[in-house]
Structure formats: structure tokens, C-alpha cells
């Protein structure tokens, strides 16, 4: 008897807050000044060395007998922690955007109520935040299923709306690729007996909203490698601003420790420091708008180098399960006798396939009651009933005419002529045999993505070879590949052939990306460099994997390429321009600073600043908006174009190289005349 049960009231499509910048900026303000906490700002070691300067310079300016007037020092000091400011404000945005949707997805799951499964199979109610992989839910019409799972009985239309942005609802059942249900989406017709694959706080929607919101995110291998890159600069330009003053009072003259602290702010690379945390909260999460979820960013970075591309046919290239489509009798035996036997043949065959074939025929044969059934296996690729002395098999061409103890030479001709027509037309034929007699044909269809073909070009494109692999004989494989577009195929691959590619492509120096959905899938999703699951595939293809594609799109991986890419040429393009900064701040202080005491060096002042000063204060306050305006840039990445690494380097160097090096000099003068024109200096 089934127990009424109270779930949230939450829409099947509830819409996603605005994260549309304009309505960010208040929030990440706020959270700008929270994040001045040297808790938080020693996760940027170059913004810290920028706020210990800005609270130095502080209490110089407060001290009496200031080496600089009480205006300088004040206005200096104000620049530097508005720089800190700007670059708490560039992470908090970022952070910000993705905050709506985490507090929509979380709303899903508040207050959600499960039908457990207890020890004496009664289904009982409990909140679903106590759930424990393993656990046995109920799910009916109506009803959110409670946490991540696999379907082991029943068959169910879900909406997925919330988690993908889908509107029409897809089917789960048992028993094949399509068997994964995602927690917070609404089963909407019949039922699903689900069991519980994650932990609370480990599901598909935790991930997302740790995710969206950056409160886990782990530093990636590159921004691990550039933070120790900006931290050697950084300790660099200290000691060689540490030794000025020795230098100047050998000559002499004397430098106010100010100064000193707005060079060292100038000098070390505060434009990629402040903006990096956001370069790479805002890479993910311009992936999870994808719908893909990222268990690691090293996965990410890495899709952004993939140079091969394994693809599972089903369910990736193609929509998922074959379908059967015709019953091709041999010569003198009925249509009929071919039906019955291919419907007794796949009563014990679970997969979608087999399901498929009952529902051709019409369904479950009359009588079938004392058969003992063979299951469909991937090693024997048979599936088969023995009933009242007969053995009803069906399967792949090869392994059935194994079975019956015959070759392809001894095929009839009609039968050859059929299996070879479907072969070449991309679909997948089977025999049905009776004892060992061939019955006939059973022709399944594979029907490959609208899109896909185009979308490969993209890949190629970019450098990226497309390798179709597949358990289907060499002539179907073939026929799907040329419909499909890719570059490369392996016809009836096992999982261990699978593997065996990868590592050989990696052998080379390759990294290789890899797109599935079955069990069959995990072990090469595994040894992947980027293993990419689709939503809809198996439970343990989800785990194998580094990523999930919610949208179950194959190509989806060109997306998740591009975001890789992204991440890597925006971070090395604004540090190219971080570093072209330096050279025009040179011409801009260090004449100001040391012309009074060697004269010689006025000659380096090609920007006839107004005075030493006005030359400091004008590369403090550039330093401080240069951040803000690249925030922008920042939260969106630099765009990458399908041309080669080459190209792209050479782009880059002239864009953000030399605008490095001319847009300081522009800036710095525009604001040294606003300066002395408004008397501030």
C-alpha cells in the first residue's frame, strides 16, 4: 500500500535568478570589504604584499614628521587599498554569478521528503538528507526523486528541467545505458524504485552548487604554477626595492619609505594577482552554465590541450538505445514463426535493445511459462529462451552463427544479401535462430545526433582527431562513421581495446579526452586524460568520469574544450599584459624618484610627468583602475578562434603584449594631467 508523501513545492522549471552583472555589483561590493580578512587574502599572496603596503603606508602617513605632505600620503594610501578593493570586488563578481543559481538549486532540495525502503520491504518516509548510498527509494508520479541514484525497477518518464534546463522530459528503466536519475528532478508518469548512489553533500547538485559558488574549488595545476611564478616576481622586486635606499643614500641623496612602497605596488604583478581567483571561478562557471559538471579543474585545463577524442557510439554519436525496425524471414519460414522466436529469444534480454523487440513484435508471446531464459551477455553477445525442448537464440551475426556451428560462407544468399544491406546502411543486424535452424534478420537502427557532423568539423578544427569506437562489426561501424563525420574508428571494441588506444595515444605525448555512457565505458573514462559521462549513461560511467555532461550531448565536449582554452590564454594573455605594465611603470617612477639625485637619468623621463609626486601618484592610481577594467575581460575570457597554437600566441602578443605596453603610457599621462589640473599634487 502506498503512503501519501509530502515533497517540496518546488516547479518543475522554476526559473534561475538573474545573474545578469548589473544586479551583482552591490553584493560583491560588500563582499569586496569582507574579504579584506588576511584569512582570505593570503589565497592571493600578491594582493596580501598590496595590503600589508597599503596598511604600512597608512601608518607612515599618520606618523609625525612624514617624509611626504599629509594630501600624498593620504591619497597614496587611499589608492593602495582601493587596489585591494578592486581585486576582492573582480572574485566577488565572479563568485556572485553563480550564486542565484546555487540558491536555486539548494531551494530544491529543502525540506524534501524520501519513500526509504526498511529492512521488512515496507516503504517508510524519511527527509531525504539522511539518505546513504545503498538505500532503496520509491519514487512515483508527481514526486522529486531525493538524491542521486540508479534505477533498478520500473520504467518512468523524469523532468529534468531543473538541473538542465531541458523541458522535455526524458525516460529512465532498468536494466540499460539509461538507468541514472539525478537528485531534485520530478518523475512525471508511473514509477522508479531507485537505488541511492551518493552521499548528502556529494550528489550531482552539491557538486554544482560548490561549483557555481567556488566555496570548494581547488587551485588548478596552472594557477598553482603562475601563484609560484608571481610570487618569485614578487620577491624579486622587494629586494630590489629594498636596496634603493641603500644605493640613494650612497649617492647622497634619501627616498621616503613611501615612495618606496608605491614602487614596490608597481612593480609586482598586481594586475593578473588581483584578477586570477576570478579568471578561474569564472571558468567554471562558464561551465557549469554548460551543464557540465567538473569533479577537478585540473580536468578542465586539461580539455583545453586534448588533441584526441574517443567517442562511445551509443548513446554518444547516436541517440542511445537501437531500436528494432524490421523482421527479415528466410526463405520459407513465416513472418510469423520469425516473431514468435525472436520474442522468445529476448524475454530475458534486459536491454533496451531486447525491450525494443518485444515491443515490434507486439509484446510478450503467449505462452512462455517453464522456459528457462539466457540472459543477453557482452562476452557471448546472445540472448535466448529453452522451452519445451527447443533453444530460441538471437544475437550478433557472428556469435549466433557460432552458436548454431555455421560461417558467414554458409549463409543463405537472402539472408547474406540482408545482413550485408544492413550492415551498409549504418544499422545492426541480428539472427534468430530455433534449435539451429536461422529463422531470419532482425534489423536495428542506430540514428545519429542532427548537428553532430558539423560539430566534429569544429573539433578538427581546433586539432582535435575524432575516434568513433564501437562494438558493432567493422561494416556498420563504418556506415555510422562516414554518416557521422569522424576521423577514425575501432570496430568491435571491448573495453580492454578501448584502453589499449588510450594508452597508446598518450604513449605518444597525447592527451585524450573520452565521451560514454555504459559500464562497459568506465575502465576508459577512468584512463582518460578528460573522461566525459553522459547524465543519462550508467552510474559507474558517472563515476569513472571527471566530468558529467547533464544535456547527455557528445559534442558537448567542443564547449568544454573551448571554456580549457579560455582558462589557459586568458590567464597567460593578461599576464602578458601584467608584465608589458612593468616597463611602462619603469619610465614612469624611477626617473621621478632618482633624477633629483643622478640628473643623468632625466633623459629616461620620455613622459614629461609633472613632477615626482604627480609621476607616483599617477602609476598608483592606474595600477588600482587597470584591475577594475579588465574585470570585465576577466569574467568573460579572452575568446579563442579554431586556429592553431601558433597563431594564437602570436594574437596574443600583439593584443595584450603591446597594448601592455601603450596603455600604461596613455594612462599614466592622462591621469598625471588630471592630476596636476584638478591641484591634488
Not at 209 to 234: C, F
Not at 415 to 441: C, F, H
Request: charged fraction near 20%; include cysteine.
Amino acid at each position: 500500500m502506498n503512503m501519501p508523501l509530502e515533497t517540496a513545492a518546488v516547479a518543475a522549471a522554476q526559473p534561475v535568478a538573474s545573474t545578469h552583472l548589473k544586479g551583482l555589483w552591490l553584493p560583491a561590493l560588500g563582499q569586496a570589504f569582507l574579504k579584506l580578512d588576511p584569512r582570505q587574502l593570503r589565497r592571493a599572496p600578491v594582493m596580501l604584499v598590496v595590503a600589508l603596503t597599503a596598511v604600512a603606508t597608512t601608518v607612515l602617513c599618520l606618523l609625525p614628521n612624514a617624509a611626504v605632505s599629509a594630501s600624498l600620503g593620504a591619497q597614496l594610501a587611499l589608492w593602495l587599498w582601493f587596489t585591494v578593493l578592486f581585486a576582492n570586488f573582480a572574485e566577488a563578481l565572479a563568485e556572485g554569478r553563480g550564486r542565484a543559481r546555487a540558491d536555486s538549486l539548494r531551494s530544491g532540495s529543502q525540506g524534501l521528503l524520501a519513500r526509504r525502503q526498511d529492512a521488512a520491504g515496507a516503504f517508510q518516509p524519511v527527509p531525504a538528507g539522511v539518505l546513504r548510498v545503498g538505500d532503496i527509494v520509491r519514487v512515483e508520479a508527481g514526486e522529486m526523486i531525493p538524491a542521486d541514484g540508479e534505477v533498478i525497477d520500473g520504467i518512468a518518464a523524469v523532468d529534468e528541467a531543473a538541473i538542465t534546463g531541458e523541458s522535455a522530459p526524458v525516460i529512465r528503466e532498468s536494466g540499460g545505458d539509461r538507468s541514472a536519475v539525478t537528485g531534485n528532478t520530478r518523475v512525471v508518469s508511473d514509477w522508479l524504485l531507485v537505488r541511492v548512489s551518493s552521499n548528502p553533500g556529494e550528489s550531482t547538485v552539491d557538486r554544482m552548487i560548490a561549483l557555481v559558488e567556488g566555496a570548494r574549488r581547488q587551485k588548478t595545476p596552472n594557477e598553482i604554477a603562475l601563484d609560484s611564478l608571481l610570487i618569485g616576481l614578487t620577491l624579486i622586486f622587494v629586494m630590489v626595492v629594498a636596496s634603493l635606499q641603500p644605493f640613494a643614500l650612497y649617492a647622497g641623496g634619501d627616498l621616503p619609505a613611501v615612495y618606496l612602497l608605491a614602487l614596490l605596488v608597481t612593480l609586482i604583478p598586481t594586475t593578473i594577482g588581483g584578477l586570477l581567483s576570478a579568471i578561474g571561478i569564472a571558468g567554471m562557471d562558464r561551465l557549469v552554465r554548460l551543464n557540465v559538471i567538473a569533479k577537478s579543474g585540473r580536468a578542465v585545463e586539461a580539455a583545453g590541450d586534448v588533441q584526441v577524442l574517443l567517442l562511445d557510439k551509443t548513446g554518444t554519436i547516436t541517440f542511445g538505445n537501437r531500436r528494432c525496425t524490421a523482421l527479415l524471414p528466410a526463405p520459407g519460414v513465416s513472418r510469423d514463426a520469425l516473431a514468435a522466436a525472436a520474442a522468445f529469444a529476448s524475454l530475458a534480454d534486459s536491454t533496451a535493445e531486447g525491450k525494443s523487440i518485444l515491443q515490434f513484435v507486439g509484446g510478450q508471446p503467449p505462452v512462455a511459462e517453464g522456459g528457462t531464459g539466457v540472459p543477453f551477455s557482452a562476452e557471448t553477445r546472445l540472448s535466448g529462451m529453452d522451452l519445451n525442448g527447443m533453444r530460441y537464440r538471437k544475437g550478433a551475426v557472428d556469435a549466433l552463427l557460432a552458436f548454431v556451428g555455421s560461417t558467414r560462407s554458409e549463409l543463405a544468399a537472402p539472408i547474406a544479401r540482408e545482413v550485408d544491406r544492413i550492415a551498409q546502411r549504418g544499422g545492426t543486424p541480428l539472427l534468430v535462430s530455433r534449435d539451429n535452424n536461422l529463422l531470419g534478420v532482425i534489423e536495428l537502427t542506430d540514428v545519429v545526433k542532427p548537428g553532430i557532423r558539423e560539430r566534429f568539423a569544429s573539433l578538427r578544427a581546433l586539432g582535435i582527431r575524432t575516434v568513433m569506437v564501437t562494438g558493432d562489426n567493422p561494416l556498420t561501424a563504418a556506415a555510422i562513421a562516414a554518416e557521422a563525420g569522424v576521423d577514425d574508428v575501432i570496430a568491435e571494441a571491448t573495453p580492454l581495446r578501448k584502453l589499449e588506444r588510450i594508452r597508446a595515444e598518450q604513449e605518444q605525448g597525447r592527451l585524450v579526452a573520452m565521451c560514454g555512457d555504459g559500464a562497459n565505458d568506465a575502465p576508459a573514462l577512468a584512463q582518460a586524460d578528460v573522461g566525459v559521462a553522459m547524465n543519462e549513461g550508467t552510474q559507474a560511467a558517472r563515476e569513472a568520469a571527471n566530468m558529467v555532461d547533464l544535456d547527455s550531448d557528445p559534442t558537448k565536449l567542443l564547449d568544454v574544450v573551448r571554456v580549457g582554452k579560455e582558462l589557459l590564454v586568458t590567464r597567460g594573455a593578461l599576464t602578458t599584459f601584467s608584465v608589458a605594465n612593468d616597463v611602462a611603470k619603469y619610465f614612469a617612477i624611477l626617473p621621478a624618484l632618482f633624477a633629483g639625485i643622478y640628473p643623468q637619468l632625466n633623459v629616461l623621463n620620455i613622459m614629461h610627468l609633472a613632477s615626482p609626486q604627480s609621476a607616483i601618484l599617477s602609476a598608483i592610481v592606474f595600477n588600482a583602475l587597470i584591475i577594475i577594467v579588465l574585470v570585465p575581460l576577466a569574467l568573460r575570457g579572452v575568446r579563442v578562434q579554431a586556429r592553431s597554437a601558433a597563431h594564437l600566441l602570436r594574437r596574443n602578443l600583439l593584443i595584450y603584449g603591446l597594448g601592455g605596453l601603450v596603455v600604461p603610457f596613455v594612462g599614466i599621462k592622462l591621469i598625471d594631467l588630471c592630476l596636476t589640473g584638478l591641484g591634488l599634487v
